[in-house]
């Protein structure tokens, strides 16, 4: 027999109503990323979506690429105000030392005075795509802030992999920061429907602000694919590299993959917190529960 996810909970329901209800006069924006609070990508977005609400920053005090949903137990938490001026004015911004997903837990303990109505964390450098997206510091902390009731937003960029972990300037984030604004605005105006507790934005390299966006769903796929190390000895150091998929064109058709390496257009995938398979669960019970085979 088919199943039914259960509806929202009151308390889901009653979070998100508050949501909606902070955006009518000034709604607070919270922007974070795992690239570290001197990123442009996090400039850009703060910048992009000033017009819409107030906005305050607090992101991560250094690099956390491929955190994911971490909270390491030896979270140091320091908090400390950061100097950030956009379009000649000051925009509040605090940096903590801790994982993405801390960061945006200790934002909401510590730094914010009222509920954010939204939080976005990116722009990314790096695409986030398929089954990779649970490795990311940029999804992670987005689904921190989805966890704890809150409408979120993880945007990233297709840039040059020399780039992922050494944020650099002469990066245009126009076209991400466009559509960053353009679902902000979105999200900010109506509330997604439930089991969608995030969106996932991905645009390509080549994108402008014309370029047509896709609803995707998340790859199975990995996007990248781990290198393992050149011949060593054990005792000797090894970094395991990475690179993308070589046929991107095999992925799914629907898919996060698809559309930005394939079709060249922003992909948008609603991600949920839910992990549970969609799989039959009658028929997982009666295999678990079948005498075995030997």
Known sequence: MPTHRPDASPAIRQAKKDCLQSTVLNPLILVTNDDGIASPGLHAVAQAVLPLGEVLVVAP????????????????????????????????????????????????????????????????YGENLGADITVSGTVGAALQAADLGIPALAASLQTPKETHTNPSDSIDFTAAAHFTYLFARRMLGTALPFDADLLKIDVPSDATAETPWRLTRVSRHPYFVSVPPQQREFEEPGTIDYGPLLHPERTERDSDIYALAVDRVVSISPVSLDLTSRADRGQIEELLRSPEIR
């Open 61 to 124: 005090a250094r690099q956390w690429s491929g955190a994911g949903r971490s909270m390491p137990a030896e979270d140091n938490g320091d908090i400390s105000p950061y100097p950030l001026e956009i379009d000649g004015k000051p925009v509040a911004a605090y940096q903590v030392d801790s994982s993405p997903a801390l960061v945006v837990v200790h934002a909401l303990l510590e730094v914010v005075s009222r509920r954010p109505a939204l939080v976005i964390s990116g722009i990314n």
